[in-house]
């Protein structure tokens, strides 16, 4: 498990500008849903900007510590 | 034990036998896995025919279906032989009038048509 305050900060770790709302689905800080504004997913795909989370969450996955997530991206509007 | 090439050409038959195709946990009638469960009620709403094929316990399958789509998590959908995510990726192009648009011009190149929902 990882907290939400773990997910935000691997996120900013790639993405420093990126505003991230994590929520726990479960209540056992393993399935979360996350939601990702950065101006890094600009001109991307949406495809491309879910690997580019994934990436990010790469290490938590594979240990254990995120077991599943949802995952909502975009790009600020203004 | 099949070797990556032929799993990578299994995977290739099975995308172009398929317009729609998800690769996931369970069966379309036994989901074991939430979002495989949700992604079936997804496509269930379209009237469209779609196959589920469970890769569950098949890892060397689901390495294979992870380098070929550069995405690593299960399910893992394919329409008209085209690599589109999960319902993340889909609800959003749904809400947009994407997806029906594609569905309807990949089932008419194959003479099919939805049957009524709703």
């Known amino acids: 498990m990882i907290n939400r305050d773990g997910v935000v900060a691997l996120i900013r770790a790639q ?3 990126a505003d991230v709302v994590v929520t726990d689905l479960t209540g056992t800080m393993d399935h979360y849903d996350i939601r990702v504004r950065s101006n890094a997913f600009a001109g ?4 491309d900007q879910h690997r580019m989370v994934y990436a990010a969450l790469e ?9 599943a997530l949802q995952l909502k991206t975009e790009v600020p509007s203004a | 034990m099949p070797d990556s090439d032929s799993l990578r050409d299994e995977i290739t038959r099975e995308v172009a ?12 009638d ?16 379209f009237g469209y025919p779609f196959e589920v094929i469970d890769v569950l316990e098949n890892m ?20 008209d032989g085209q690599f589109l995510g999960d319902t993340d990726i889909l609800g ?7 997806l029906t648009t594609l569905l309807t011009q990949a089932f008419e190149k194959k003479g099919v048509k939805p049957s009524v929902v709703l």
Request: hydrophobic share 35%.
């Open chain 1, 15 to 17: 993405m420093p500008d």
């Open chain 1, 44 to 47: 991307k795909s949406l495809l």
């Open chain 1, 59 to 67: 290490d938590a996955r594979q240990d254990g510590r995120i077991h």
């Open chain 2, 17 to 28: 036998a398929n317009t729609i195709l998800v690769y996931g946990k369970g069966t379309k």
């Open chain 2, 30 to 45: 036994a989901p074991r896995c939430g979002f495989t469960a949700e992604t079936i009620q997804f496509f269930n709403q």
């Open chain 2, 60 to 79: 060397p399958k689901r390495d294979a279906l992870s380098q070929m789509t550069d995405w690593p998590t299960l399910p893992k959908v394919f329409i």
């Open chain 2, 92 to 98: 959003p192009m749904a809400q947009k009038g994407e």
